[in-house]
């Protein structure tokens, strides 16, 4: 079976952070707390996971807008940025504890 780049990629971070939680388990560590697992790139599977994985992400709408916006940009002379920060967002679930402001 071919697994393209972008599905790779996925299934790479999907595997680490099942195997995070899953040594946790097995070295009897409680998820949250003892160790807090945090997995990079909000995928929906994160939330079907035990124990639900807490994600840090950006959201594809954000990194479509702010590409689309370079590209016209680039296209109309108007100059362009040659690196762009986009603010990510943390998704808490079950993997990691909830501060008082995130109740």
Do not use: F, H
Request: proline share 4%; hydrophobic share 45%; net charge neutral.
């Amino acid at each position: 079976m071919r697994v393209s780049g972008r599905k790779r990629d996925w299934l790479n971070r999907l595997t680490i952070a099942v195997e995070a939680l899953r040594a946790c388990a097995e070295l009897a560590l409680n998820v949250p707390d003892d160790i807090t697992v945090v997995g990079c790139g909000d995928i929906m599977v994160a939330g079907l996971l035990s124990p639900a994985l807490t994600t840090l992400g950006v959201r594809k709408y954000d990194i479509g807008a702010r590409s689309a916006r370079m590209l016209l940009d680039r296209i109309n002379c108007r100059g362009w940025e040659s690196e762009v920060l986009l603010e990510p967002e943390i998704v808490v679930r079950q993997s990691a504890p909830r501060t008082q402001d995130q109740s």
